[in-house]
């Protein structure tokens, strides 16, 4: 597996100590919280509403079983044994006390790990499909390419100062999991009608107080041309950034105020005047670090034993059904471990859990681990006879809902739980909502939903791009929710509308209940998702199951 | 013409815990919002803010917030301070553990 190079261990051992002495230094009073919270912050430490929180930085969601373990050591030694996957491919501690943090963070860099944040207006992580390297539908591993724009970018001399932070996602396949839509940039993975691999490259996407889709701006843009496609790209908006005002720095503000066109004429003059200056070095970094990410050999196989299974045991077959996706190589299977049981807190996982995961990667998934942005565990290469002893031992752990992609796969934010920028909770709703499509037995009629919340206007939750968004505020010292329709996060991306009014802590989850309901009744076939009824549709037949009084008086004032 | 003050409590977190934390009238630090000392005054609040705000090796991030008197001592207005005096929702872990 490759070793992640911006792990360096002497840089990474010598932040350690800095940040120890500066820890002792702020408890003897001799650092003041002003001049200490920046450092803090570098380190990923983080003072929440209860308690401090340490954030660690899981690049491309790819994780080790050893490094695994060793998060569930952490959490049991310093923390309150379990840890939460966040929707930016990070874990967080929510309970580490101060003095405690330098320990930890040497025991991270035992195994590759840091909290390091990149911060500042730089080229931050560039963020890559959790299936990477293993998805029947992908053209190539994402990762090499999101690695090689990493190091490229990496002390890129001209970018250390850009008009504010750019984010990079990159997916290998045409279905896109990345959300690359919602990024700066956006490189999706497709092939020209000669049969040829080359990216389409999207700009101007990004959630938060602003939300846009990104726009294409290359069809299709052949892979020897990336680096210096993004450079232009990262070069022209430089130029043109709004530095005056920190809302409306970034790129998709940049996009909106000159319109595609115009952005895309100067991307592609740049792109003429620096393509010579790109000799192919770029190229022989790229293939050094595709070795580097090569797929484990997955041998050929007997089914016998997932078959037998799958037609027996029909708790088995509904798990393979909905947690095990189609894998490039025949007679393998990309699990995804659900950490959404119902009534858990989404992206939570024990220290238990959390070794048996590593445990299962280590004999059966080729030791290998993803976190994904919808925050579950992948294994990614489990052979399908070893499915059956995969999903017997998660079912003992608590891990076995199978769940993906159903309703109560919901992504929540931390929100008022934990979140001191929240301005509601996300996870009491979360949780709910999950235990009454459970007590309805409804979420596998109900079929493919993705319902996504966020405690504030930040959208760690995503919910912009929910089919069914909830966005949690503060109206006059209450929670209140407002639901939002029509999102999606995929390559058919859109942002969801905002359905009407907000509803209170008491009445979101009844609301979410009566909208799922009426889907079912308005959908065409049991093959239409909501997305596409919604689609269909448009708003107000969902709207008048929001809102039945609203819906009876229109009635009554039209009759 | 003055609006009415609405009464304020002193609080931040601890810092090596990071516990919530509401400033006595004594000067101490309690863990528990009831035995904070209830300011009814604006320039009495300010004051015991930057007394507050003084002890760095103590406690962060100290802010007024609102409050008013209940039966047993000062109670939170505000649903997030009212989180603070307990802990999150999802697990009995924060104040309500102990409590
Ligand atoms: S969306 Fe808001 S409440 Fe939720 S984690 Fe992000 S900043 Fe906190």
Request: hydrophobic content about 40%.
């Amino acid at each position: 597996m490759y070793s992640y190079s911006e792990f360096d261990e002497a840089f990474v051992r010598e932040r350690v100590s800095q940040f120890r002495a500066q820890v002792e230094r702020r408890i003897d009073g001799s650092l003041t919280e002003d001049e200490f919270k920046p450092l803090r912050l570098m380190n990923g430490l983080y003072l929440q509403l209860h308690a401090y929180m340490l954030r660690v930085a899981i690049p491309y969601g790819t994780l080790a079983p050893h490094q695994m373990r060793q998060l569930a050591m952490i959490a049991e030694r310093w923390d309150k044994g379990y840890g939460h996957f966040t929707t930016r491919q990070n874990i967080q501690f929510n309970w580490p006390k101060l003095k405690d943090v330098p320990d930890i963070l040497d025991a991270l860099a035992d195994v590759e790990m840091h909290a390091i944040q990149t911060s500042g207006n730089t080229i931050r992580n560039v963020t890559a499909d959790h299936f990477a390297g293993a998805a029947a539908d992908e053209i190539a591993d994402p990762r090499p390419v999101a690695e090689l724009l990493r190091q490229w970018s990496t002390d890129h001399p001209e970018f250390q100062f850009l008009p504010r932070k750019f984010k990079i996602a990159i997916t290998g396949s045409p279905n896109d999991r990345a959300v690359t839509k919602a990024h700066d940039i956006g490189l999706r993975m497709v092939r020209n009608e000669a049969g040829e691999e080359g990216f389409e490259v999207i700009v101007g996407g990004g959630l938060g107080r602003t939300p846009m889709i990104g726009k294409v701006i290359r069809e299709f843009l052949p892979r020897e041309d990336l680096l210096p496609y993004v450079e232009a790209i990262v070069s022209v908006w430089n130029l043109l950034g709004r530095r005056d005002n920190k809302f409306k720095a970034r790129i998709k503000i940049t996009v909106h105020e000159h319109g595609i066109e115009e952005i895309r004429r100067l991307v592609e003059d740049r792109f003429t005047e620096i393509r010579p200056g790109f000799s192919g070095v770029d190229q022989e970094v790229l293939a050094g670090l595709e070795a580097a990410f090569a797929r484990p050999s997955l041998p050929e196989r007997s089914l016998g034993g997932f078959e037998s299974a799958y037609t027996n045991d029909p708790v088995f077959r509904a798990w393979s059904d909905t947690n095990v996706a189609e894998h490039a190589v025949p007679g393998y299977g990309i699990v995804t471990i659900s950490l959404k049981a119902h009534g858990k807190t989404p992206g939570d996982a024990s220290a238990d859990q959390m070794r048996l995961m590593a445990d299962l990667a280590e004999e059966l998934g080729h030791s290998e681990i993803r976190i994904s942005h919808e925050q579950n565990v992948i294994l990614p290469h489990v052979h399908k006879s070893d499915l059956p002893r995969v999903h017997a031992a998660l079912k003992e752990a608590g891990l076995g809902t199978a769940n993906v992609g159903l309703a109560s796969d919901i992504i929540a934010c931390p929100g008022m739980d934990y979140c001191a920028l929240a301005t509601a909770r996300s996870i009491p709703i979360a949780q709910e909502i999950a235990e009454r499509v459970d007590e309805l037995k409804i979420e596998h009629e109900v079929g493919h939903l993705k319902i996504k919340i966020s405690g504030c206007i930040n959208a760690c939750g995503h919910h912009h791009v929910g089919h069914i968004g909830i966005l949690g505020l503060d109206r006059a010292g209450v929670e209140n929710y407002q639901i939002t329709l029509g999102g999606d996060g995929t390559e058919s991306a859109s942002i969801g509308e905002r359905a009407g009014p907000g509803f209170s802590a008491d009445q979101i989850v009844p609301a979410i209940e009566r909208l799922i309901l009426a889907y079912l009744d308005l959908r065409e076939s049991d093959s239409e998702t909501f997305i596409q009824s919604y689609r269909r549709l448009g708003p107000a037949p969902f709207k008048a199951a929001l809102y039945p009084e609203t819906a009876e008086k229109e009635r009554a004032d039209a009759a | 013409m003055s609006r009415k003050f609405t009464p304020k409590v002193v609080t931040g977190n601890a810092l090596i815990e990071g516990d919530a934390v509401w400033l006595t009238e004594d000067d101490r630090w309690t863990r528990e919002m009831s035995e904070a000392e209830l300011i009814e005054d604006e320039a009495h609040a300010q004051m015991r803010l930057l007394f507050g705000q003084s002890q760095p090796s103590v406690v962060v991030g100290v802010y007024l917030a609102d409050a008013k008197a209940g039966l047993n001592g000062p109670e939170p207005t505000h649903f997030r301070e009212d989180f603070r005096t307990r802990g999150p929702s999802n697990y009995p872990h924060g104040k309500q553990a102990t409590a």
